[in-house]
């Protein structure tokens, strides 16, 4: 019964994926992440990675994880996103969805929500080509890279679901307002 219930519920989420639904982020999740060092077409960086604290629509407080690189977001910032099924984010939206599902859950660690954040960076923006290769990289190294690659590792083939919180703008010069994932939201909160 569970999997029909979660399967109305995608398609409720998705028959108003049409509208645009106002996110509202928090803060990232203390505990839950950290900075990492990365490279994003051969230009380094310091993200904040992991878990990040969202409301959608005025719901209850959810946890999602970025799924692009390209924009920032900034605590209390508010900005109207499409939900939209993680297969609609790309050609590995799916993979990245079932990190998202499988492992999210069971984050209890910063390092464990930084490795979780490397591995859905890899998946979205090189296939999950690996850290050292491809336009995403990290010279992150030691158990954060060690876990982030048992995730990587694990995800090859798999398919699951979350959704894609797509924002409909990126602010004046084109750098605010990510694009999350989380779980499917509760019908009442969209």
């Not at 409301?55 to 946890?63: F, I, N, R, S």
């Not at 490795?115 to 990289?137: E, N, P, R, T, Y």
């Not at 982030?148 to 798999?158: C, E, F, P, V």
Request: proline letters at 3%.
């Amino acid at each position: 019964m569970k999997g029909k219930i979660l399967y109305v519920s995608i398609l409720t989420v998705a028959a108003a994926a049409s509208q645009a639904i106002t996110l509202t982020f928090h803060n990232v999740v203390g505990g839950k992440s950290q900075a990492v060092n990365v490279s994003t077409g051969g230009n380094g960086h310091q993200f904040m990675a992991g878990a990040m604290d969202i409301t959608l629509g005025g719901g209850p407080h959810v946890e999602a994880y970025c799924v692009d690189l390209l924009h920032s977001v900034s605590n209390g910032n508010s900005y109207n996103v499409n939900v939209k099924p993680m297969s609609m984010q790309g050609p590995y939206g799916d993979r990245a969805a079932w990190l998202f599902q499988t492992y999210a859950p069971a984050v209890d660690t910063s390092e464990k929500g930084a490795a979780l954040q490397l591995a859905i960076w890899d998946v979205v923006s090189d296939g999950g080509d690996g850290f050292g290769a491809g336009w995403f990289q990290t010279s992150e190294t030691g158990s954060l890279l060690s876990q982030a690659q048992t995730y990587l590792n694990a995800s090859i083939g798999q398919s699951g679901s979350a959704y894609w919180l797509e924002a409909t703008g990126h602010g004046e010069h084109n750098d605010r307002n990510q694009n999350l994932m989380t779980t499917v939201p509760e019908p009442s909160s969209i």
